[in-house]
């Protein structure tokens, strides 16, 4: 099993970011280009932008919530360039 990790997709086709939790990446970006989460189906293909590790799935889970609480497409594209 892989760490805990926060991740950052991007929809060309609805130029739009989505913001994740999850312990297996991979699958879990499969599943959203699969159409298996509705809030992404119909977004496909996503593009893993944005990848951070936590050293616990909580942990991981409460900075997805902080990302996605500052509704800023200015600060997630920010953080990706950052991350770079």
């Known amino acids: 099993m892989e760490k805990p990790c926060v991740y950052i997709l991007y929809s060309k086709k609805w130029d739009q970011y989505y913001i994740g939790s999850t312990t297996d990446l991979m699958q ?10 509705k809030s992404t ?5 996503w593009i893993v932008q944005y990848q951070k590790q936590y ?21 997630i594209e920010w953080l990706i360039s950052s991350a770079g």
């Open 55 to 75: 050293e616990s799935p909580k942990e991981a889970r409460q900075q997805e919530y902080a990302l996605k609480k500052k509704k800023s497409r200015k600060y």
């Open 28 to 37: 879990r970006v499969e599943a959203h280009n699969l159409g298996r989460n």
């Open 41 to 45: 189906r119909g977004g496909a293909p």
